[in-house]
């Protein structure tokens, strides 16, 4: 009746085994010292590892901004105009006229340009009775197009 009586009784819980112990009751340092004399005798081989040069990281070169400097006639749908650009890397000063639209004629407008794109806007905004102005222009292989939108006060 002993033994039943003891089932009832609690018996102090077991603790749980540490985390670095392996199934076979051995500590991680232990099972690595074993593994490296085996390695050493002869009957595992352990991979080396081989001297790797570090890669320097190149940075992308960026693309160089296109020239768009000197006096460009332009033609389309508001008539014969003209653009003259100032152009310092990729910083550009213009002036844009056309003979049909006075409000835009002789306009200074500020940008910059981005690979084969330029983008320009009023330097000094209201200009004249001009709110806002934006000039776009791209060059792909020697020809230039562009289009420009511009807001009167």
């Known amino acids: 009746m002993l033994n039943i009586l003891s089932a009832f009784k609690g018996s102090p819980r077991r603790r749980r085994v540490a985390a670095n112990l392996l199934a ?3 500590n991680v340092e232990r099972c690595e010292s074993l593994v490296l004399l085996s390695a050493a005798s002869g009957i595992a081989t352990v991979p080396q590892a081989a001297d ?6 190149v940075a992308p070169s960026a693309k160089t901004p296109a020239d768009f400097s000197g006096h460009t006639d332009l033609n389309g749908t508001l008539g014969p105009g003209s653009m003259d650009v100032v152009q310092n890397g990729s910083s550009v000063q213009l002036t844009i006229s056309f003979a049909s639209e006075p409000d835009i004629t002789n306009t200074p ?10 983008k320009a806007t009023l330097a000094t905004s ?3 009775n001009l709110k806002k102005v934006v000039f776009k222009a791209k060059l792909k ?5 562009w ?3 511009w ?3």
């Open 24 to 26: 076979c009751g051995q």
């Open 52 to 57: 790797v040069a570090v890669a320097s990281k």
């Open 109 to 118: 407008l500020v940008g910059t340009v981005k690979g084969n794109k330029l």
């Open 126 to 128: 209201p200009y004249d």
């Open 141 to 145: 292989d020697g020809d230039l197009s």
């Open 147 to 149: 289009r420009i939108s």
């Open 151 to 153: 807001v009167t006060v």
